[in-house]
């Protein structure tokens, strides 16, 4: 199935490039309790990334979406969607397996945008990053509209195919399709970790 999304995008996916992991940062969005459902499929394909990354000292930043006060930092997500995950709840927490190291990032945010708001384009200039690998949920919402933003800021965009998943198969392809098209590198799991790995340390 994944490979048939490659397939399907490979008119638009036609712009070859790998990253560069001394300038590179591995943003997992979102894979929060409140997401399990969806992220479930993908949950070995990230962790496989994060291994992959950390092996090679890539900074790895994990987001947790959520709001304080809906009344206050909702904004139009609230009015959209009328269900909006609590700060600092159970379903607000990352799912147990990722297991964040004390080392990597933990960014909360309460707008679609790991950028906006949040000082991440700060922190990675801070760092020497101007690329970036994405994946997490969901693909059409929080994972592209970070892509894009991350894009239009002149940050080389790598979307991870198989490990970024939304509630229908649809959306991901339209997503993957939008990316090729203008914004990002699709790459599968495996060819990516292929890549780090035969990287120097």
């Known amino acids: 199935m994944l490979s048939d999304f490659l397939e399907q995008i490979s008119n638009y996916n036609i712009r070859r490039a790998w990253p560069n992991p001394c300038k590179c940062a591995f943003l997992v ?7 399990l459902p969806i992220a479930s499929p993908i949950i070995e394909n990230v962790l496989s990334i994060i291994e ?10 994990f987001t947790r979406h959520g709001h304080r006060d809906i009344s206050r930092d909702g904004g139009m997500l609230s009015k959209w969607w009328g269900d909006c995950i609590k700060y600092g709840s159970s379903e607000w927490r990352l799912i147990e397996t990722l297991s964040p190291l004390d080392t ?10 790991a950028f906006f708001g949040t000082g991440l384009d700060e922190k990675l200039r801070a760092q020497g990053i101007d690329e970036l690998i994405i994946a997490g949920v969901m693909t059409n919402c929080c994972c592209e509209t970070t892509a894009r933003d991350g894009f239009v800021r002149d ?10 998943a939304t509630v229908e198969e649809e959306l991901h392809l339209a997503s993957l399709k939008n990316l090729a098209y203008g ?9 990516l970790c292929r890549h780090i790995a035969n990287q120097g340390a």
């Open 104 to 113: 990597d990032g933990i960014i909360d945010k309460n707008r679609y945008s």
């Open 29 to 35: 969005i979102d894979m929060q309790q409140y997401f």
């Open 183 to 191: 914004f990002a590198h699709i790459l599968p799991t495996d060819q």
């Open 52 to 61: 992959a990354c950390r092996s090679k000292g890539i900074t790895i930043i």
């Open 155 to 164: 940050y080389r965009v790598f979307f991870v195919s198989d490990a970024t």
